[in-house]
């Protein structure tokens, strides 16, 4: 299985703010990854496919970049909507694995 | 709009069985894959399996092999998860979601979870 590896794990950050997450495959995906944003309580929510499309309806200060083994999600100014977890997933094999999970707080 | 609804919550003892039903909406309910991903308390996503309710082919993770069955009846638009011989490490939220995509896939739509605490 490929694993998936996030970091940071959790961050805090403020309104307004620049935020970046990093996530890695075990091993080339090409640009089979997605991320999702998760509120406690709620399913995930779909966000970013192909590395770097977005999904329709999220908003354009979310984006995503990489290919291979390394992506990121920036968020280009944080919201109070976008204090959440986010996950990255794979799609380049099954099972789709997904990583563990980086934690928006706020700061 | 399209919808996935799940059925509620379930609390068994270990050693029983639970199945969890799906029920789509709002699309063509045999052409799209459904996925299971279950959560842990307090931890992350993990993968169970597929169904693809047009063939009625599936897949499940290694992990769950031989525990886990996914059905459907195309009569309803529903997916039913069944998970046997529970254990406490089964307590968890589980989610469908529907998946899409050509070539590069993902889950667009998500049932809202259903808890399953295992107990004794």
């Known amino acids: 299985d490929i694993q998936m590896t996030q970091s940071p794990s959790s961050l805090s950050a403020s309104i307004g703010d620049r935020v970046t997450i990093t996530c890695r495959a075990s091993?080339?995906?090409?640009?089979?990854l997605n991320w999702y944003q998760q509120k406690p309580g709620k399913a995930p929510k779909f966000l970013i496919f192909?590395?770097?499309s977005l999904q329709s309806g999220v908003p354009s200060r979310f984006s995503g970049s990489g290919t291979g083994t390394d992506f990121t999600l920036t968020i280009s100014s944080l919201q109070p909507e976008d204090f959440a977890t986010y996950y990255c997933q794979q799609s380049y094999n099954s099972p789709y694995t997904f990583g563990p999970g980086t934690k928006v707080d706020v700061k | 709009q399209v919808q996935l609804v799940q059925s509620g919550a379930e609390v068994k003892k270990p050693g029983a069985s639970v199945k969890v039903s799906c029920k789509a909406s709002g699309y063509t309910f045999a052409t799209y894959y459904i996925d299971w991903v279950r959560q842990a308390p307090g931890q992350g996503l993990e993968w169970m399996g597929v169904?693809?309710?047009?063939?009625?082919?599936?897949s499940y993770a290694q992990k769950f092999q031989g525990r886990l069955t996914l059905t459907r009846d195309t009569s309803t638009s529903t997916v039913y998860m069944e998970l046997n011989s529970l254990r406490s490490e089964d307590t968890a939220v589980y989610f469908c979601a529907r998946r899409s995509g050509s070539g590069y896939y993902y889950f667009d739509y998500w049932g809202q979870g259903t808890l399953v605490t295992v107990s004794s």
């Open positions: 169904i693809y309710p047009l063939g009625d082919t599936t």
């Open positions: 192909d590395a770097s």
């Open positions: 091993q080339g995906i090409s640009r089979y």
